[in-house]
């Protein structure tokens, strides 16, 4: 006859497994869930980078073009000073004669240039579309804003800033006023 003492050990143990079958046919869905969740996570991160891709290649091409279109209106212009000061080398140009392309003073130029000042909008614009100007075509162009615009020197006295006609004082000296007799202190 058989022990039952192992007969109850081979019952409890069959039990056990049956049991310890039950509970790790949960984990082991819950397992297969959670791989498939990630796999299907891996194949968007591999779109999403894909994605990416396109539109950074896509981006680095728009602003390539955009300054060459001519539509200066539409996109955002930056000003450095740098590639002012380049431009206006390349082109062989003055101050006074960019200033004249570009509707303002020679002094504005300068002052762009030194970073003191920065180009309202409608200069960027006309700045932007000189980037793609020769130099035979900027001298069409001064020769026809020429005679739009006169010089300083050629205009008439009375438009002039400061005292009309010739007779006005120049220099640091001649700017002073004469000093004024001091008063003796009083000795007490």
């Not at 700045?127 to 050629?154: D, F, M, N, T």
Request: charged share 30%; no cysteine.
């Amino acid at each position: 006859m058989p022990n039952i003492g192992s007969l109850l050990k081979e019952e409890i143990a069959r039990l056990s497994r049956r049991e310890a079958r039950r509970q790790n046919a949960a984990l082991k869905k819950a397992a297969a869930a959670h791989r498939r969740h990630i796999a299907a996570l891996r194949q968007q991160i591999v779109r999403l980078e894909k994605e990416v891709k396109a539109l950074g290649s896509s981006v680095r091409r728009a602003p390539a073009a955009a300054p060459g279109g001519g539509d200066a209106g539409g996109g955002k212009l930056r000003f450095q000073a740098r590639g002012l000061k380049t431009l206006r080398a390349r082109l062989g140009l003055s101050a006074g004669d960019l200033g004249k392309l570009l509707g303002v003073t020679g002094q504005s130029v300068y002052n762009w240039e030194a970073r003191k000042a920065t180009p309202r909008r409608e200069q960027l614009a006309a700045l932007a579309a000189l980037r793609g100007a020769g130099k035979r075509e900027i001298q069409v162009r001064l020769e026809g804003a020429g005679g739009s615009a006169p010089e300083a020197s050629e205009r008439p006295a009375e438009t002039r800033r400061g005292k009309p006609g010739p007779a006005r004082k120049t220099g640091r000296k001649a700017a002073r006023k004469p000093a004024r007799p001091r008063k003796a202190k009083a000795e007490a």
